[in-house]
């Protein structure tokens, strides 16, 4: 099955998302798959949390006065704003637009909170729903018009050195979320030419999809003083000077999830991460003739023991057990413990591990411990096979040849790196090979210009 009917069968099946929404580019996180996002957004709070960030939360709508205030920004959004005009029958003196990510509501009160520079650093970050009105293909989780779980932090810095470190603060804090759910990705330089709205430069993390095209999951931007000339974000530097704040911003979406759900997933469907596994372990009596009452008393027991260390549940419908291991190993659970009279007697356990679709047994006594090597070591398996699928879409080549790159693209896709220069890294590439530069990366220790299909 060819990787986007693949994608948009396991949202349905494995009762993650439903697209059917009556307005294109929304759709609705069912209880399944919002668990998954929420256990996901606990990794970033965490992360942001524990490295100085403060959470907050800023209105959705935005004045047009606001939104178009710095040129940059405005150009590099206006297409894709959702304006407010109205309040029930009465038309909007301003028109008030959707967020299409919120640099222009929280620099405005920046500027009412900064006065000196121990007023500096502030490093806030909210996780909201934002509007982009995509003309582009839209798909659920990747291309969205009401992108659901839109992280964005936003810092200010009283010199363009603080600035320069929070760059690579956020860039680490990215690598240590995406390494914590084994995703693979490229850290490359946007190209002037694609960098944010208003940015100086934007730092971006590029993963690889099963069908070989790029999808950009973070970004990083220096702001320099862009953003605080242009909302007055003015404060008194220690030798009593004035001075513009240094800014940054960085963001990932709902893309993570569609990450998890393409990158670990296998012909079978869902391949979790136990870090964000709605249930790890699912505990399957298997019933037989006159056994019953021990069976599921037994689960009963192992549910107890288990359920204050581990997400577990016990399946306890009527239907064939092999019904019951389909359904799971579609929702990507982890490890699965079948409980039969035979193990019962023996003092057995056995289990099930959904990445590799191993059946081992252990003794009874050695079950929590087992677990948790086994969920550890289910982590670094798909975090492995994640990263070997990664390597093998990556081709680095020595020189540039146009025609041998198409080929490639059209063929193995992936990402081409070739050595960076100066002269031929320009928008010129692009048409040539007729596909996107992501930008300079660094690659096993040298310099490259990447290009790829990207969504
Ligand atoms: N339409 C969309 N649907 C889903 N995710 C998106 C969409 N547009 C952008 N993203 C994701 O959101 C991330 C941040 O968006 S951004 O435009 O690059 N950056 C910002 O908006 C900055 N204010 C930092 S938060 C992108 O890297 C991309 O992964």
């Known amino acids: 099955m060819e990787f986007s009917e693949w994608y948009s069968d396991i949202l349905e099946k494995a009762e993650i998302y439903d697209v059917r929404y009556p307005i294109k580019g929304c759709g609705v996180y069912l209880p399944y798959g919002f668990k998954i996002r929420r256990y996901t957004f606990e990794i970033i709070r965490n992360l942001l949390d524990e490295s100085g960030h403060d959470e907050a939360l800023f209105p959705m ?15 590099g959004f206006e297409d894709e704003v959702y304006w407010v005009t109205h309040g029930g029958k009465t038309p909007l003196d301003v028109k008030l637009a959707l967020r299409p990510t919120s640099e222009t509501s929280i620099y405005y009160m920046m500027k009412l909170w900064v006065k000196v520079h121990t007023d500096l650093p502030i490093k806030i970050y909210q996780i909201v729903n934002t509007f982009r009105y995509e003309t582009k293909h839209t798909r659920p989780l990747i291309r969205l018009r009401e992108i659901m779980t839109f992280k964005e932090a936003h810092t200010a810095h009283s010199t363009k050195e603080e600035a320069e470190k929070q760059v690579k603060e956020a860039i680490s804090i990215y690598k240590k979320f995406f390494d ?16 944010f709205p208003g940015a100086e430069y934007t730092m971006a993390f590029d993963t690889i999809f099963p069908d070989g095209r790029t999808m950009q999951i973070a970004t990083v931007h220096n702001l320099g003083q862009n953003f605080s000339k242009t909302f007055e974000i ?3 530097t220690p030798t009593g000077d004035k001075d513009y704040a240094y800014q940054t911003c960085y963001g990932i979406s709902d893309r993570v999830i569609a990450s998890i759900i393409a990158i670990h997933g296998d012909e079978k469907g869902l391949v979790l991460p136990p870090i964000v596994a709605p249930i790890q372990i699912v505990i399957v009596p298997l019933i037989f003739k006159g056994k019953e009452k021990e069976v599921n008393e037994k689960a009963k027991e192992l549910y107890e023991k288990l359920k204050g260390k581990f997400r577990v549940h016990i399946d306890d419908r009527d239907i064939r057990p092999g019904r019951k291991f389909n359904d799971w190993e579609i929702k990507g659970v982890p490890l699965r413990i079948e ?40 982590m670094e398996n798909i975090k492995n096979r994640a990263w070997e699928k990664f390597e093998n879409f990556i081709t680095v080549l020595e020189d540039i040849n146009p025609d041998e790159i198409k080929k490639i693209l059209s063929e193995k896709r992936g990402v081409i790196l070739i050595p960076f220069k100066e002269e031929i890294y320009n928008e010129e590439l692009e048409e040539k090979v007729e596909a996107t530069i992501l930008g300079e990366t660094e690659y096993k220790g040298n310099k490259y210009i990447a290009i790829a299909k990207t969504y």
Do not use: C
């Open 61 to 75: 709508l935005i004045p047009e006065d606001l939104l178009a205030k710095e040129g940059e920004h405005i150009k």
């Open 180 to 195: 914590t759910l084994g995703i693979p990705y490229l850290i490359s330089k946007r190209p002037e030419w694609d960098k």
């Open 234 to 236: 003015i404060f008194e």
């Open 339 to 378: 409980v039969g009279p035979k193990d019962i007697e023996n003092k057995k356990i056995t289990l099930f591990r959904r990445d590799t679709m191993e059946k081992f047994q252990v003794d009874e006594t050695q079950l929590e411990e087992v677990i948790e090597k086994t969920l550890n070591n289910i």
